[in-house]
């Protein structure tokens, strides 16, 4: 007998249900699931924009106003959080899941690089990397590991200022990885919607994309957010480091025994 996947009770259940029989799965990722890594969201509860007004320190015109300023604030302490961090449990289950054949592309609005690390094969940066700086006047990139930071701002051999490689506020997308979530967005049959409020544009689009092409959303995140009950039809309640391994065990015993 099939079973109806919305007869299931457990949120958990019906949404590895829903997944084990999925033919394309792709994932979109914010700051969330990386709290468990020890970098801290930008809002709710412990987020950096409580205390400090993004508009001053992650917009590009505060930085090209002040570059030396938006390092001490922002970007400096932001390399001391990232080095550290290590990929959790829920960076790591995403890769079980696409071992399984249940996940095919991450886009993450991160730029810790943590999917990587785990081990995810298809990931789109859609906010850049924090790993790598740009120059400013010659374009050249650095590992931000190598950077000198004696210096505030640092520079270049060619004395152009150096900036992170990831979308300030008040910048376009990178247009391949804005032209390939769409396409992935609109392709798949299941996206999953982890550790994002959903404000940020033109991120947050991307699940209205995959519902309007017929795809189902699953929430995973411990508050509701504004695609909750509109668009994601499936919340599952809860820190994805404990959610997602869950999930994937799900998943494993129906594909064992379907
Ligand atoms: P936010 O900080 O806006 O949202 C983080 C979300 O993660 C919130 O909805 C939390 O409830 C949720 N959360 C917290 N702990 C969690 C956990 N353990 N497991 C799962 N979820 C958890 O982060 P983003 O939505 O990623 O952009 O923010 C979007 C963009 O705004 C960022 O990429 C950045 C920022 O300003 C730029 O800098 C351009």
């Known amino acids: 007998m099939m079973i109806d996947p919305d007869m299931l009770s457990d949120p958990i259940d019906r949404a590895a249900d829903i ?35 993004p508009m001053e320190v992650a917009h590009i015109d505060a930085f090209m106003q002040d570059p030396e300023r938006v390092w001490n604030l922002l970007i400096k302490d932001m390399k ?43 990931v789109i940066e859609f906010h850049g990397n924090f790993a790598w700086q740009r120059c400013m006047e010659c374009g050249r990139l650095r590992r931000t590991a190598e950077v000198d930071l004696t210096r505030i701002p640092p520079q270049c051999d060619c004395g152009g200022i150096l900036r992170p490689d990831c979308v300030f506020f008040g910048e376009m997308i990178p247009t391949e990885a804005m032209v390939r979530s769409q396409q992935v967005s609109a392709g798949c049959d299941v996206m999953l919607v982890i550790g994002t409020s959903a404000t940020v544009q033109p ?4 699940p209205f994309i995959a519902r309007d092409n017929g795809a189902r959303v699953i929430e995973i995140n411990p508050e509701p957010s504004p695609l909750t009950g509109r668009i994601s039809n499936l919340p599952l309640l809860g820190d994805a480091g404990r959610i997602i391994p869950q999930l994937v065990e799900a998943v494993k015993e129906r594909l064992d025994s379907p």
Do not use: C, Y
């Open 19 to 53: 997944l084990s029989k999925a033919r394309s799965v792709v994932a979109l990722t914010g700051a969330g699931i990386s709290v468990e890594s020890g970098i801290p969201p930008f809002r709710g509860k412990g987020g950096l924009w409580e205390k400090m007004d």
């Open 203 to 206: 991120a947050a689009s991307m």
């Open 80 to 122: 001391t959080v990232l080095d550290k961090a290590r990929p959790n449990p829920a960076h790591t289950g995403l890769v079980e899941l696409e071992r399984l054949g249940k996940l095919a592309t991450v886009i993450t609005q991160n730029v810790d690089g943590l999917h990587q690390l785990a081990g995810s094969g298809d």
